[in-house]
């Protein structure tokens, strides 16, 4: 007797389809898995058995030969056991009903039960697009798999409520499909809890409006994480695209809250500064994600960046660049996308008070040198503004006068991107800082005082290649929120000013 019953897997953030094939024919009794299944792909045989005597079904005394095919891809994980099981069933006899349209995805519990699975939608997304008309998941994954359009879904909670779906008529019922929440996210934390800092404001308001990578610097105490942790109540709506290939990598890596299967407030990743490089890039023997991918679309905070190690740091590199983590493993190689702003925070020296009015640094040359060096220099030019947040005055500290709220900033920025939609919108580019050097004079064209400005101060300030791109792309963004069209002298001297304390602090001779 020989069935055939769809399932899917994943390797990475990539999907695959599964065939299950089974036969079961006479001989010695033995359940046997081969297709080049991992160990708790194996250990499903016992979980499947249990399962079927729950339900009081026995299993088939008999040769049972179990085929995951494509045998040459490695299958991992749990999510095959319900499939297995419906083979089994639908070789023996207890299914009669034609499967080629349906797709099965869950774990196995002893007493006949589902569990769910990470993962869950990008899995059922390749079902839809290869074909598939239901798809059945564990009920807990149920919500998310609804977020799929063009696909049943059906949230199963035991072995017996499936078995009689198929055979007795008592049919499940649909998940019923994810409808977005319009209400706007509720932001705890606001900028106008902050007092003074009027000129980092502006840098992480600039920032958030263009994409960009900022680096907070300052003594203890000046605001730096407070400033950090308020930028998500400013950054702009996803689009419903970022919010699936968001979703997607939450979802592989079990973070998903199963009140809300959708990802739509940019994520906001905030690390220990002890992170190993595997729990920055991602690692592992299936390589998952990690900070960085996690934070996709989203916003990665690392607060006390020099207290980071220098070769997780330098890690960074590359992703900021490419916007993409490729990591390679004997099982294969995966890439996770990794489109971020990133915003660090450090303190100028050891004991974090070197430029301190007070005078309160201690620290020696060497000591001071030794605490920069940790930042490279190649890593440094991937900020695209340096910021010093200066001490707060007490004047602003004890001031009644009430600061500017979050939404109204982010009005600004929604409407700068508002402009950038328009401008990008026949090109894969989303926001400023992610202009390609090709399309750079395409997109940011200067006025004539504005080319010459920024050609002596290229000459006078030693920039690098990047330097300047990273300057102009900084520079359409300050346009874009004064309403320019054209990037005009005063756009290119702001953005220059927030690329000036790599010269004060790691080129001082103090």
């Given amino acids: 007797m020989f069935a055939k019953v769809n399932s899917l897997g994943l390797f990475g953030l990539n999907a695959f389809k599964v065939d299950v094939e089974i036969e079961i024919s006479r001989g010695i009794p033995v359940f046997e898995i081969v297709g080049l299944p991992d160990t708790v792909v194996k250990e499903s045989r016992e979980r499947i058995k249990a399962a079927m005597r729950c339900c009081n079904i026995e299993f088939p005394v008999a040769r049972v030969m179990v085929n995951l095919a494509p045998a040459s891809t490695k299958k991992s994980g749990s999510v095959h056991d319900i499939a297995i099981l419906i083979s089994v069933l639908k070789a023996s006899g207890y299914i009669q009903t034609d499967l080629d349209d349906c797709c099965f995805i869950g774990e196995l519990s002893l007493n006949g039960e589902l569990r769910p699975v990470n993962g869950v939608l990008p899995m059922v997304l390749l079902a839809k697009e290869t074909g598939m008309k239901s798809v059945f998941v564990p009920s807990e994954n149920a919500f998310e798999a609804s977020v799929a359009e063009g696909i049943d879904i059906y949230g199963v909670k035991s072995v017996d409520d499936i078995i009689k779906h198929f055979t007795a008529g008592h049919k499940i ?214 910021v010093e947040v200066a001490p707060v005055e007490f004047s602003d500290l004890s001031s009644d006068k009430k600061e500017e709220t979050s939404e109204n900033i982010r009005k600004r920025v929604s409407a700068a991107r508002n402009i950038q939609n328009e401008r990008f919108r026949q090109s894969s580019i989303t926001c400023n800082a992610k202009i390609t050097p090709d399309k750079l004079r395409e997109f940011c064209p200067m006025s004539d005082t504005a080319t010459s400005f920024i050609s002596r101060a290229f000459d006078r300030l030693g920039l690098s290649a990047r330097a300047y791109d990273r300057i102009v792309k900084v520079s359409r963004t300050i346009a874009d929120l004064d309403g320019s069209s054209v990037i005009q002298k005063e756009h290119i001297a702001a953005a220059i000013q927030f690329r000036s304390l790599d010269r004060k602090y790691w080129n001082n001779e103090n």
Avoid at 184 to 191: I, K, M, R, V
Wanted: charge should be neutral; hydrophobic fraction near 35%.
């Fill in 173 to 386: 019922e649909k998940q019923k499909k994810y409808q977005p929440c319009s209400d706007a996210p509720d932001y705890t934390l606001d900028f106008t809890d902050v007092k003074g800092q009027h000129t980092a404001k502006t840098a992480l308001e600039i920032a958030a409006a263009g994409g960009h990578n900022a680096l907070l610097i300052g003594t203890p105490g000046s605001g730096k994480s407070m400033l950090a942790k308020r930028m998500p109540s400013i950054l702009p709506d996803m689009t419903f695209e970022e919010s699936i290939e968001t979703t997607k990598i939450h979802s592989i890596s079990g973070l998903l809250d199963l009140k809300s299967p959708l990802v739509t407030t940019r994520p906001f990743r905030s690390p220990h500064h002890t992170i190993s490089s595997a729990g920055l890039a991602g690692g592992g023997a299936i390589p998952h994600p990690g900070e960085i991918s996690l934070a996709h679309n989203g916003l990665l905070f690392l607060d006390e960046l020099a207290e980071f190690d220098r070769k997780t740091l330098e890690i960074l590199r590359q992703p900021l660049e490419d916007m993409k983590v490729t990591i390679s493993r004997s099982a294969g190689t995966i890439t996770y996308p990794a489109s971020i702003m990133l915003i660090g925070a450090m303190n100028p020296c050891p004991c974090g008070y070197y430029g301190h009015p007070s005078g309160r640094c201690r620290c020696s040359h060497k000591q001071i040198s030794s605490y920069l060096s940790k930042i490279s220099g190649p890593l440094l030019d991937r900020f695209d503004l340096h």
